[in-house]
């Protein structure tokens, strides 16, 4: 259920609504618009009937929500959000371009890197000091050695840092030096991860599972924003199919799919979606012209040498050519909005 506030409510009459829901032992959300004030209504078991609120002070209309997913739907909210990465908007109608390395490697990786991305423009530094392996015996990242190589970057280079959370236990150390929390795709349903990820108040990007449908991702992503963090960017990554040529199949007809459904910014991940770099490109503008919010992609100072994911990761020279390619993209797309 979603109560639509009248747009001149008072505060009082929108706080004496919230705890009327409370009382009635359900969680009231303040979905605040330019308009009006929306409050979003979760934890019923059944359908709820509008005349429970409808005669408060203060409140317009009670709309049901159809979808299984509330609080991440355009129904419950139609605007756009718009997350604020300590001043650099997600999802405002400009592009965001997160480049970096799949893993923190060294110092000397990271800090090529940062000043390879900062000369064509990137504010958002991605890089891995945690790492989800397949395979046990494969690189693991450098972890805490790599957050406090990352907190360099960041201050040096007054980047914002996209950097992932593989479990629970290490969400606070990666939540200090990260602007953005990542919850990777094998943790897409990791639902203690995501109650925690929840309680923060900082931006998280959810990339989608391997196997997930949208509609599982909206739900993962439900979990975030029930528990108040509504700063949530979504992020297409590939998902498995019987195609074996690429590494995953980049399903760009999700991001159409996720602006229509939900209300959240979406990052397109080409790098995971096609895992090849000469592919990378093509499908990092085609994500732009299909209405991405912004893209992710990796970026090796040597590709060949990289710890994970060599082959997908671009040269600095091919990234250069990309980063003023998806610029002109971008003013193409505001020129025809
Ligand atoms: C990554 O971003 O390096 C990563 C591990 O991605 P995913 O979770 O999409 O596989
Ligand atoms: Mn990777």
Redesign the pocket.
Known sequence: MLILMHKDATRRQIEAVCSHVKQSGLSPHEIPGSIRMAIGITGNQGALSPEQFAHLDGVAECVPVSKPYKLVSREVKPESTVVDIRGVKVGDGSLSVIAGP?SVESRDQVFRTAEAVVNSGVQLF?G?AF??RTSPYSFQGLKQEGLRLLEEVRRQFDLRIVT?VKDAATLDEVAEVADVV?I???NMQNFTLLENAGRLRMPVLL?RGMSATLKELFMAAEYLLSLGNFQVILCE?GIRTFETMTRNTFDLSAVVLIKRHTHLPVIA?PS?GVGIDWAVPPMARAAVVAGADGVMV?VHPEPAKALS?GQQSLTFDTYAKLATELNELAAWRTAHR
């Open positions: 799949c991605r891995g790492k989800p992932e990542q990777g795709a094998r990339k990554r991940d995971h990796e994911d």
